[in-house]
């Protein structure tokens, strides 16, 4: 998932930055592609994320609206976050 993101994010910014900037070299994307896909990449796989996310569940959810939540994800075949 965190390397679709990160495409995705890239792709988004790479076509804004095309748009305002017709002369720049395709090496440049190319480049800025890459480092914006691995550092969102790295970012969606990193032990503080998922710090965080379980934080704010702890804080915002009930044990059994956790548990409810995960029934959800399963039935719907949706990956379960660890």
Known sequence: MGEQLGN???????NLLRTQNPGA???MFDILKDATAKFVNEFMNSP???EGITQAYAKYFAQDEIKHLMQRFAAERLPIPK
């Open 8 to 14: 995705a994010i890239s792709q988004q910014m790479i």
């Open 25 to 27: 070299p395709a090496k």
């Open 48 to 50: 503080e994320l998922a």
